[in-house]
């Protein structure tokens, strides 16, 4: 299993950007979703780059968040806009009101395991 990216300048961004690369060309096909690529960004822990220390993620600064994205972007502009779309809504379910939604919704959130816009 892959070890977590923990800033924009870790080797591990640069091995999953090397495979969402090979992957890419999958998303040339009508209708084609990035399941295989958004597994892999959960893996590595993409989905938590964006979101607070007190729910779990790692809080990385804007500018940190946008080299990440940078990166993605130059591997597989597809996977990144996707992923751009769900960190909108996780960011808002993360600094909401609403308690059940950070425990309930985040999780599998963060891990991949649901989707969100």
């Given at each position: 299993m892959p070890r977590?990216?923990?800033?924009?300048?870790?080797?591990q961004l640069d091995e999953l950007c090397e495979q969402l690369a090979q992957l890419a060309p999958q998303l040339e096909n009508p209708g084609a979703w990035p399941a295989d690529q958004l597994d892999l960004c959960a893996?590595?822990?993409?989905?938590?780059?964006?979101?607070?220390?007190?729910v779990g993620g790692l809080e990385w600064s804007e500018g940190d968040v946008t080299?990440?994205?940078?990166?993605l972007s130059?591997?597989?502009?597809?996977?990144?806009?996707?992923?751009?779309?769900?960190?909108g809504a996780c960011r808002r379910i993360a600094v909401g009101d609403?308690?059940?939604?950070?425990?309930?919704?985040?999780?599998?959130?963060r891990t991949g395991h649901s989707f969100a816009t």
């Open positions: 977590m990216i923990t800033a924009p300048d870790d080797p893996k590595y822990g993409v989905f938590d780059w964006f979101l607070p220390r007190d080299r990440g994205y940078a990166k130059s591997a597989c502009l597809t996977t990144t806009f996707v992923i751009t779309q769900r960190a609403s308690q059940w939604a950070r425990e309930q919704l985040l999780p599998d959130l």
